[in-house]
């Protein structure tokens, strides 16, 4: 059942109902660790898909995890940081897979235009959301802030380009990010100002964004060995 694409999406919708059941029960006590077990069980499904036979994309999981992990710890200055640089890699490594997945596609003057008002409005609502919530960052972290939104912008960016390839299952990778997207924004409203009840927008988001990036994964390997007779 984990094999197919419907086992992966029922297994994560139960491990969303987990979460929002610790929530509901606990509030945000157990947060941070039942989104660990969480991270970790998709992990697992992950590794069982042979989804580790492309290397940018196990590291990409890895990160997710580490990040996760990291934030149960997050009070801790050091740690504040190391979920941001593990969330930016994350961003990275993404990048890192797919650019050169793209090196076919011709770019025309309408997606010029498209990617500068789709960069005006990104930087636009990164500024937005980091003035909101500034005042109760900590020293450094704004910079971070602002590094991982560019990042995030960037990769949107590639990921819209890459759904300009033959490869069907490009669309997933968009949707994987534009998930992880809004699991950021609510994250950041939902910590800095207090917002609790986002939280369960944030999960939902997060959870959801892991469950394609199995898909997307199974998809690409797949196309890879059929293709070129192995994982690249």
């Keep these: 059942m984990l094999k197919t694409n419907l ?60 990040a996760n992990i990291s934030l149960i710890y ?13 969330k930016l890699l994350f961003y990275v490594v993404l990048m890192w897979h797919v650019i050169p997945l793209q090196r076919n596609v011709k770019i025309t003057r309408l997606d010029w235009l498209s990617y500068i008002f789709v960069s005006f409005l990104g930087f636009g609502i990164i500024k937005l959301l980091i003035d909101s919530i ?18 995030l912008m960037i990769v949107l960016i590639i990921a819209f380009r890459y ?25 950041s409203f939902g910590y800095y100002l207090g917002y609790d009840n986002l939280s369960y927008f944030e999960r939902f988001f997060y959870t959801m964004g892991l ?13 890879s060995v059929s293709e070129k007779g192995r994982v690249i």
């Design 7 to 66: 086992g992966v999406f029922i297994t994560t919708i139960i491990l969303i109902l987990f979460n929002f059941l610790s929530i509901y029960k606990f509030g945000l006590k157990y947060f941070d660790e039942t989104n660990c077990v969480v991270v970790f069980l998709l992990f697992v499904v992950f590794l069982y898909n042979k989804c580790y036979l492309n290397f940018k994309l196990l590291l990409a999981f890895v990160l997710a995890l580490l």
């Design 74 to 86: 997050y009070e801790n200055i050091v740690f504040s940081f190391l979920v941001n640089i593990f």
């Design 134 to 151: 500034e005042q109760n960052l900590e020293a450094g972290l704004s910079l971070l802030f602002y590094i991982h939104g560019l990042c």
């Design 163 to 187: 759904n300009s390839t033959d490869f069907k299952g490009a669309k997933y990778f968009a949707f994987l990010l534009a998930l992880f997207l809004f699991s950021d924004i609510f994250s």
């Design 211 to 223: 469950c394609f990036t199995i898909i997307y994964s199974k998809k690409y390997i797949a196309k």
